[in-house]
């Protein structure tokens, strides 16, 4: 009786065994290119849980045969398998792991605390019976399989697969199945990585076993105790390289939802295409390249490697990677890489080397070096840049991040350059100057001197004498030819003319913060701060019509069973959102410039790359490209921001300890070669389109030597856009040809 009411009150004690109707399984978020190819996975815990029904017959039996061979015939304990365990304590005085069930480990596991007591022993063995009425084989089965650690931050069966071997469920040899049943008996004993040969062992006992029972032929048999383990820890099946992308979504997710992010199984799928993120790389890393190969080769690695006791490792930086020279001959060199593979670079893949060092190649057999593989398949000499790069492109109509590098290697540093660097951003803020003097209504034919000027500023020492980067002067200049030409003189005096509260105010409705923004005349010249995504989002006004956009990566997130917690409603540029109805005109982005301004800047913009500093762009062969070059004083920092029709993007390089680029390394040189092959790469998806002109827009034949109107008949003149309110009324004098007016600019107006 007394044993009766024990039991009536233990009950009461138990867990509800409902709860394993709707288990929760802690598994790792996962986070997406905009084509499903998986960048990264955050968490402790690996878990990929599964249905029964995908599970092999075979690694069924093979765990059935390790852990429990009368399951499918029991009612949740094995009364003999309980008494072998009782014998052992009455003869040893020790408990011994034993006895238990797959139901009782699945009720320990999901529904108990890991204490080893005889109370809790008890509870399990009531609460298997309970799971046993109510559950199916099958279910109690899948249980199991998803919720058992297996060694290796591996939870559940397919896990273990991929931990181990990196391959699927179906993939695995009968061998391989064998080992992974064996692991959840003690997954630190019988762990393939760390133990070989007490996993051998319990893997051998595992095939035994299933022979025993009829699971296997003596053939099957024989062949997998004969085959060697080939277990080693495999990383993350990552499907696709992008980790500053990956890194700046995990931030995101963690503000979000905070640890629990670790555990809930979350899908994060972010708005970059794996397409164009491939394209940013490679266009970063190359121009980076470029730049780097022209300041000179610094030597090997490591020289005689062999008599230095240096050896070859499989470091692999960006995309520079070791190898060591065999054989030097006048057609190139023979060297081998970590795996043992020969590898051919021709001589003129080693040309660059050789400029700086009297024609004479600065190497010699035995040395340790970096190479690079083409695009084209060849092999070339190179070094690990010192110099750093950021990339970030985004669709100019909602804000979504198109593609973003953060420098030349994440593993090698992992601070993003794209989001968190603060640069100066030089000659590429001149535009938001332009865009303000455009509304205080200067016209495109304004002129303005360009000539030396003197700022008087009591808080230095010596006034400030800022210089064009030629230290030529071309006089009175309109502004078309002074931003194409990137004036330093004429963005000063502009900015006099308007007023820096004029222009800060401008420059907030472009999405940048008051303090970034000096309250000095420098700002002309683009002295305050900014990331290459800022730089991005603010030309996104001048691409998309001229609203502001806010950047986003994140375009849903989906719980484990793929319901969607989160869909990215991003505020849209629209030109006609007044004409739509009242929810689309809540998503409506806010408009930062008029329609007429933003046509006229956009014309500047394109004449940078017709005629200005840009003009090495034109090779892409399309007549919607716009942008600015940017040059910071004595070349620290090398931008081009620019855009054609649907996309814009933001390319910087610059040292992060802002030493000088180097004479005449200016944005054009050095940035403008990574925006144009990123955009070779990616511009078949954006079809030109043909610009339409707003209303209230007009042109006029003017004098560009004052801007003001020309007869048609007269030669010299030029047509040019005004605002219907700023179009010049008086007529001029016969101009000259433009071409007389300016000098050659080569180089860009720097700060």
């Not at 490792?313 to 520079?320: A, H, K, L, V």
């Not at 000027?453 to 502004?479: A, F, H, K």
């Not at 490209?625 to 620290?636: M, P, S």
Request: aromatic share 10%; proline share 6%.
């Amino acid at each position: 009786m007394a044993s009766y009411f024990f039991f009536v009150e233990l009950d009461k004690e138990l867990p509800d065994i409902e709860q394993l109707q709707n288990v929760q399984y802690q598994m790792p978020f996962s986070i997406y290119s905009q084509d499903n190819l998986l960048i990264g996975q955050f968490g402790e815990k690996r878990r990929i849980p599964l249905t029964i029904g995908k599970v092999p017959p075979q690694q069924i039996k093979a765990f059935i045969a390790a852990e429990d061979d009368r399951f499918f015939t029991h009612i949740g304990i094995d009364p003999t398998g309980l008494a072998r365990a009782a014998t052992q304590l009455v003869l040893t005085g020790k408990k011994r792991q034993g006895g238990s069930t797959i139901t009782m480990q699945v009720a320990r596991n999901f529904l108990l605390s890991n204490e080893k007591t005889y109370l809790r022993k008890l509870k399990e063995i009531l609460l298997a019976l309970k799971i046993e009425r109510r559950y199916s084989k099958d279910q109690i089965l899948e249980l199991y399989l998803n919720k058992i650690y297996m060694g290796q931050r591996a939870y559940g069966l397919a896990a273990a697969a991929q931990t181990y071997y990196g391959k699927d469920l179906a993939e695995l040899s009968l061998a391989q199945q064998a080992m992974i049943a064996g692991l959840p008996k003690a997954p630190s004993i019988y762990n393939p990585i760390t133990n070989p040969e007490r996993a051998l062992q319990r893997r051998n006992y595992v095939l035994r076993r299933m022979l025993e029972l009829k699971h296997i032929d003596e053939n099957s048999y024989r062949s997998a105790l004969g085959t060697a383990d080939d277990a080693a820890l495999q990383p993350v099946n990552v499907e696709f390289q992008a980790p500053y992308v990956a890194e700046m979504a995990r931030q995101e997710i963690m503000a979000q939802f905070g640890d629990s992010a670790y555990t809930q199984g979350l899908k994060v799928y972010t708005t970059v295409p794996s397409e164009f993120q491939r394209a940013a790389d490679r266009a970063l890393q190359d121009a980076i390249h470029e730049y780097d190969e022209r300041h000179g080769y610094r030597g090997p690695s490591f020289k005689n490697a062999r008599r230095e006791g240096a050896t070859l490792t499989d470091s692999i930086i960006g995309d520079c990677r070791q190898a060591q020279i065999v054989e030097i001959a006048e057609s190139g060199i023979t060297a081998k890489i970590h795996n043992g593979n020969q590898i051919q670079v021709a001589r003129h893949n080693l040309e660059w080397a050789m400029r700086t060092n009297s024609r004479r190649l600065p190497l010699q057999a035995g040395d340790i070096i970096w190479v690079r593989q083409l695009e084209d398949g060849e092999w070339a000499l190179t070094q690990v840049p010192e110099v750093e790069g950021a990339f970030a492109a985004l669709n100019p109509n909602n804000g979504a991040i198109l593609a973003l590098s953060g420098g030349f290697d994440f593993y090698h540093s992992k601070y993003n350059r794209a989001t968190q660097s603060k640069r100066q951003p030089g000659s590429g803020f001149k535009p938001i100057i332009y865009t303000a003097a455009l509304e205080k209504g200067f016209t495109p034919a304004s002129i303005i001197n360009d000539a030396p000027i003197v700022i008087e500023d009591p808080s230095q020492e010596n006034d400030w004498r800022p210089e064009n980067y030629n230290r030529r002067y071309l006089g009175p200049t309109p502004l078309r030819v002074a931003l194409r030409e990137s004036i330093n003189l004429v963005s000063i005096r502009l900015l006099q003319q308007i007023g820096i509260p004029q222009a800060i105010d401008t420059a907030k409705r472009f999405g940048f913060d008051k303090d970034q923004l000096p309250g000095t005349l420098s700002l002309a010249l683009g002295s305050g701060y900014a990331s290459p995504l800022r730089m991005a989002a603010a030309y996104a006004v001048f691409a998309n019509g001229g609203f502001l956009v806010t950047p986003y990566l994140i375009e849903r997130i989906e719980d484990s069973e793929g319901n969607v917690l989160f869909q990215a409603q991003p505020a849209t540029a629209c030109a006609d959102c007044s004409e739509t109805p009242d929810l689309q005109r809540r998503t409506a982005a806010p408009r930062a410039i008029s329609a007429k301004t933003n046509f006229l800047i956009n014309s500047l913009l394109r004449d940078v790359v017709q005629r200005g500093t840009a003009t090495q762009a034109k090779q892409l062969g399309r007549n919607d490209l716009a942008g600015k070059t940017g040059t910071t004083n004595e070349q620290r920092d090398a931008w081009f921001n620019g855009f054609a029709t649907g996309i814009v993007a933001s390319a910087w390089i610059g040292y992060d300890n802002s030493l000088p680029l180097g004479h005449g390394e200016t944005g054009g040189k050095v940035a403008l070669p990574m925006w144009i092959k990123f955009i070779r790469a990616v511009q078949h998806h954006f079809p030109e389109k043909p610009e339409s002109v707003p209303d209230g827009i007009v042109q006029a034949y003017i004098n560009p030597r004052d801007g003001l109107l020309l007869d048609p008949n007269e030669k010299g003149g030029i047509w040019e856009y005004f605002t219907a309110e700023t179009v010049p009324t008086t007529m001029s004098t016969p101009a000259q040809p433009e071409e007389d007016l300016e000098e050659e600019f080569n180089e860009e107006g720097l700060f």
